[in-house]
């Protein structure tokens, strides 16, 4: 699947994404018990999925972006800058998506 390398197998070791979130890996692997497990569903942005707001940038602050690619957003200067600026501002967010 798309993310079970940084529960089970991120350097190839055995070991987790150290920049994943220690509790929020754990609740991961009790859904996704093997790293061949392809037939679980979790939510990109628990506690809000059902919603369409910018709470995304509040997991991903508390290093809970389920993606790589989420992770990766925190790792650059200019597009860590645009995670604050969207965490701050609910206005903010739904402009810059209305206008994406």
Same mark, same amino acid.
Do not use: W
């Given at each position: ?25 754990? &609740?991961?692997? +009790?859904?996704?018990?093997? #790293? ?8 990109? @942005?628990? $506690? %809000? /999925? ?7 940038? &509040?997991?991903? +602050?508390?290093?809970?972006? #389920? ?8 790792? @650059?200067? $200019? %597009? /860590? ?10 206005? +903010? ?8």
């Amino acid at each position: 699947n798309f993310f079970s390398n940084r529960l089970y197998n991120f350097t190839g070791k055995g070991d987790a994404d150290p920049s994943l979130n220690s509790t929020y890996a754990a &609740t991961l692997r +009790k859904k996704c018990t093997s #790293l061949s497990d392809n037939t679980t569903t979790v939510e990109m @942005d628990p $506690g %809000s /999925s059902l919603d369409f707001n910018n709470h995304y940038f &509040t997991n991903l +602050k508390l290093q809970q972006g #389920l993606f790589q690619s989420d992770a990766a957003l925190l790792t @650059d200067k $200019g %597009s /860590s800058n645009i995670v604050d600026e969207m965490l701050s501002s609910a206005g +903010k967010f739904f402009t810059e998506f209305s206008q994406s």
